[in-house]
């Protein structure tokens, strides 16, 4: 069982590697090797799995999709912790 990330501000998110990744009729869809299977992600989800390319915080990657949709970070914080749990649930996510 993967364990839950930890989301203190010095904790960083980073895509695993070997995923791969392409644009298709608006949506970004994913394949993991390891994991064996397709994932698609539209919109924020979308815009955050691309910041995840270079190590990121909870706090940064609320930050930059408060500047991108125009909404407080405070506001999307509880969205992107859950994003990200879901993701490392996944283990499509490393913590460092």
Do not use: N
Request: glycine share 6%; net charge negative; aromatic share 6%.
């Amino acid at each position: 069982m993967t364990e839950q990330p930890d989301h203190s501000s010095a904790t960083t998110f980073v895509r695993r590697p070997g995923l791969h990744a392409v644009e298709m009729d608006g949506e970004l869809v994913m394949m993991g090797h390891e994991q064996g299977e397709y994932y698609g992600l539209k919109d924020v989800a979308a815009s955050l799995w691309e910041h995840l390319a270079e190590p990121r915080t909870a706090e940064e990657l609320c930050a930059l999709v408060a500047d991108e949709y125009d909404v407080t970070a405070d506001a999307c914080r509880a969205d992107v912790v859950a994003f990200l749990d879901e993701l490392a649930g996944k283990d499509l996510i490393e913590r460092r």
